[in-house]
């Protein structure tokens, strides 16, 4: 698989509010009302993640969650990025 360039990284992240490209990976940052909710988010997330066979690197404090998403095979950011972002969106839409 063959990593984006800066300038389709910049044109997907059009298409997703609250990410940003930065040290050569997509992230965002959630916050949620308690640890617990932060925690079932982690948890749907995951089973997508294995589900894509694409793991995040991700941090969790208390109600915080920071997610990075980069392609490690391919040393940058590629399309099985996005789609794993896009279902990370969709995972925290409202009506999930």
């Known amino acids: 698989m063959k ?3 800066e300038s ?3 044109d ?3 298409n997703l509010p609250g990410w940003e490209y930065r ?3 997509i992230h965002t940052t959630l916050e949620f009302e308690n640890f617990k909710e932060a925690f079932s988010v982690m948890t ?3 089973y997508e993640a294995e589900a894509q066979n694409h793991h995040p690197d991700w941090t969790n404090s208390f109600n ?8 490690h095979d391919a040393d940058g950011v590629t399309d099985k990025d996005f789609k794993l972002a896009r279902s990370i969106e969709e995972i925290l839409a409202p009506n999930s």
């Open 3 to 5: 990593p984006l360039t």
């Open 8 to 10: 389709e990284i910049k």
């Open 12 to 14: 997907y992240l059009k």
């Open 23 to 25: 040290e050569g990976a």
């Open 44 to 46: 749907r997330i995951s």
């Open 64 to 71: 915080q969650l920071q997610i990075s998403l980069t392609t």
